[in-house]
């Protein structure tokens, strides 16, 4: 018998459950569980970021984007490396907590090399300095990895490489976005990086909550990792 298709309510209520998941093996197992229907669901909020960090990735990276060795972190089902493909990147390496979530990766064929670990709770098995460019899509938002997860992608980017970073702009964010900007403008100020672009989105999603109606707004943040 065919799957039947899943509902926007049904979807509302599915995410509202993962706020609820306090513990990293508590949000593995939930990512899990939501991995076979990750994709056809998120397409239910119609939610934007991959696509919006993808094109303001491509507007500002003007290497060989065929050569350039992309990290995508919290890359879930590979939405974020399906985008940027269409914009000619084509070397990949994805870490994601989620098994589940990297077995559907794997499936795209997108990724050179995929790996399980948790952001913010444990080292990550790359190499330090290796990538032109590093993603993170999704993932930095109230709940999810600790706002000083930000010094960590600039470790991992070359001197000179991208960092791409998006979080949610609605109500229930507020305070964590603002604690990242602090940590970026810190950041700054130390000459480990410099801002080329934020751009901010109305429409980024549909909301999920009960005091959000219609659209929440989201955040893209384009930093350049500065030579040392």
Known sequence: MAAVSNTFENVKATILSAHE???AESKVNFYNSWAENYDQDIALLEYRAPSLAANSMSSHFSGDREAA???DLACGTGL????MKRHGFGHFVGIDGSEAM?????ES?????????MLGDEP?????GLFDVVVIVGAMSVGQVPVGVVRELFK????????????RSNHANLEYKAAL?????QMQDEGLCTCVEVTEVKDWERGVSEQEDGYISGAVYIYKKLQF
């Open 102 to 106: 990297l077995n559907v990766a794997r």
């Open 181 to 185: 900007e602090r940590e970026l403008k």
């Open 109 to 117: 064929g997108l990724y050179q090399d995929l790996k399980q670990s």
């Open 156 to 167: 991992f980017t070359k001197p000179g490489g991208l960092v791409c970073m998006t979080t």
């Open 21 to 23: 998941n306090t513990t």
């Open 124 to 128: 990550l098995p790359v190499q330090m």
């Open 69 to 71: 060795v992309v990290l």
């Open 80 to 83: 974020v490396a399906r985008q």
